[in-house]
């Protein structure tokens, strides 16, 4: 069935197929697509367009991810089918590896999802899961000892639960993805993009590019200017402003 | 994997959990896994507990149900994997019968949720298919003679879309359970019950017992005093709140 692009709610729907084509593939778990509509829910409610709190967010990011040693984008099996090939230029213009880090762990699921984002361009793919970060006690614990194992900022997309507070907790800076602006996640993180991946990850590339002419000084003082605290508060009062 | 009942979300969890099973047998479909994740998200904000908004759309839905001739429950997939059992006391309670109606259709996917539903204790399902309802595009148009198609009251759960208006239309009265009170299914039932099925569905069972030795007097009055756009102004306060 074709969505004509002409439908109110046409990048929602479109999306929701890829998410479901890459279930078809084996790139996505069952436990993903629920986890998807619940992000569905939120982008609803934010009117599925980038706000403001989202936008000083990615610029934030992008920034820090510039100024980083050895910055990598953790990518799980949604994030793949969602945005691999919009995951390939960001990759290339912040220099930042890409590394399979997934939950619902498996050799062949790892490697499938590796596959699936080299065949849509992305060059520098890291999944040899050769090391352990402690404190971690489901799969997202093995890593690359070349990407997460020893970066010092890791940009995390459309994940549950604890693993961004290890992350910290191991001495790395933290960037989320994650629409829901009350999770865990969002809170621990040290900068939270409150958006759909859809559109936040050419956002970044764009504004990359824009920034890649910046001085240090200049990316730093983007980065500690950024306040996390407000923008969260920002996204809940958006929330509220729905029944206004 | 056994989820301790001491979590914080445990119901959340143990109802993913259930779809996921639902999903594994046949009954769920992965676009059921994404609806789900929506609904959770709605849940979760309204703090996973039934609100006084719920209360008096469930008060009011078993009273219309009570007075209805020939009243009946339309279950899809998601339903009848969540609360076959709790469906199967309902219906008794209110001499309703079930009636398999899905949107992803296909003949052994309705035998497979009618088979599901009577290993699980619902003594009176339909779904025959022999009827079809005008003006509904996709495969819910397919109805059986004996239920929907003439019903004078249709009690929906979990679905999206335009079915809603079309049974009002075709001179129904509509009770829908659905967790986004901006939905087209919220805003066109008479009554709309903003809660998650898995509380909603024994609550109702509870008020047709008490509510059982009512008038007729009685019950109409509950109905006739019953204000949906109240109750849908409530619930988007509710999601408001959430930041104060």
């Keep these: 069935m ?38 569905e829910t939120f982008d609803y409610i934010f009117g599925e367009r980038t706000r403001d709190f989202a936008e ?13 040693e050895r ?14 090939e919009e995951l390939a230029e960001l990759s290339e213009e912040l220099r930042a590896p890409l590394e ?3 939950f619902h762990w498996s050799r062949e699921r790892v490697e499938r999802i590796a596959e699936f984002l080299m065949e849509r361009g992305c060059k520098n793919v890291l999944f040899a899961g050769d090391a352990v970060i402690e404190g971690i006690e489901h799969a997202r614990r093995i890593v690359d000892r070349r990407g997460i194992y020893s970066a010092d900022t890791v940009m995390v997309m459309l994940e549950d639960g ?4 290890i992350l910290r907790r191991n001495g790395k800076r933290v960037i989320a993805i994650d629409l829901n602006p009350l999770s865990r996640t969002a809170k621990m993180a ?3 993009i409150v958006n759909n991946v859809i559109r936040a990850i050419p956002e970044m590339t764009e504004l990359a590019r824009e920034m890649s002419e910046m001085s ?14 407000e923008v ?13």
């Design 2 to 39: 074709k969505i004509p692009r002409s439908h109110p709610r046409y990048f929602s729907l479109v999306t929701r197929e890829k998410l479901v084509e890459g279930f078809r593939r084996g790139i996505v778990v069952p436990e993903g697509l629920i986890a998807h509509g619940r992000g």
């Design 56 to 68: 000083r967010a990615e610029r934030a990011a992008v920034a820090l991810m510039l100024i980083s």
């Design 71 to 84: 910055p990598v984008i953790s990518v799980n099996g949604n994030a793949a089918a969602l945005v691999a």
């Design 100 to 102: 399979v880090n997934v």
């Design 162 to 165: 604890d693993r961004c507070e």
């Design 190 to 192: 040290d900068i939270t």
């Design 216 to 229: 240090r000084d200049e990316l730093e003082k983007i980065v500690s200017d950024y306040d996390n605290r």
């Design 232 to 244: 969260l508060r920002d996204a809940v009062r958006a929330i509220a402003s729905l029944a206004l």
